[in-house]
Structures are given as structure tokens and as C-alpha cells.
Nanobody, 132 residues
Framework: QVQLVESGGGSVQAKSSLRLACAAS?????????AAWFRQAPGQEREGVAA???????????RYADSVKGRFTISLDSAKNIVYLQMNSLEPEDTAMYYC?????????????????????WGQGTQVTVSS
């Protein structure tokens, strides 16, 4: 049984930083997989924030939403089997529930890294609130 557990959310002032973590059980991030962070603000659709694809224990690519490029960084700690999202220069517009997502992939197949339907497994979310 796969479980994804997010942590690290909180309430911060604008321009602050937070690091979210997604710990997995029953799933290995570094083996032919994709992992991503999504967010959903009240009344809005869930949107992709950052994604990382790995094959044969190597990072194939990383993708970011335009709204977070240069401020957010996704990374993978293979030893701990944790995916992080480092969020710097936070803005009130970043306020949302942040979700971790993961799925297995077939090597050399194309997937939409920011597509909701791409991911088979989801965490329960961690709240990030940024005040001005």
C-alpha cells in the first residue's frame, strides 16, 4: 500500500521561505517514477507546481510552473525516499493546500508532468498560508 505524507507547511510572512517534504512508503521515488507538488487554493482548481521524473535512478527532467520558476526548487533525497519543495520569496498568491503526488512510469513514454491524471498516488496535503 502506497502512502505519501506531506509535512512542512505553515503560516509565514511574505518573502519568507518554507520547505515541504513528502515521505513515501510502499513507493520508491528514484525508480522509474514521477513525483510532483500540486497546490489548490480555495475556489480554484488544483494546479501543478513542480515535478521531477526519474528513470533507472537518474533524474530525467524537472519542470516548474511559470508562477514559481526561480523561487521554488523540487529535489529528491533517494536515501531517505523523500521529495522536497523548497519555497523561497513566498507571496500571498502562494497560499494554498499543497499536495504531493507520485506515479510509476514506463521508460521512454511521455507523460504530462503537470497533469492531474498522470499521478496514481496522492498525499493528504499540507497548508501553506502567506500573509502580506
Amino acid at each position: 500500500q502506497v502512502q505519501l505524507v506531506e509535512s512542512g507547511g505553515g503560516s509565514v510572512q511574505a518573502k519568507s521561505s518554507l520547505r515541504l517534504a513528502c515521505a513515501a512508503s510502499g513507493f520508491t521515488f528514484s525508480r522509474n517514477s514521477m513525483a510532483a507538488w500540486f497546490r489548490q487554493a480555495p475556489g480554484q482548481e488544483r494546479e501543478g507546481v513542480a515535478a521531477v521524473r526519474t528513470e533507472r535512478n537518474l533524474t530525467v527532467y524537472i519542470r516548474y510552473a511559470d508562477s514559481v520558476k526561480g523561487r521554488f526548487t523540487i529535489s529528491l533525497d533517494s536515501a531517505k525516499n523523500i521529495v522536497y519543495l523548497q519555497m523561497n520569496s513566498l507571496e500571498p498568491e502562494d497560499t494554498a493546500m499543497y499536495y504531493c503526488a507520485a506515479t510509476l512510469v514506463r521508460p521512454d513514454w511521455a507523460y504530462d508532468p503537470m497533469g492531474l491524471r498522470t499521478y496514481a498516488y496522492w498525499g493528504q496535503g499540507t497548508q501553506v498560508t502567506v500573509s502580506s
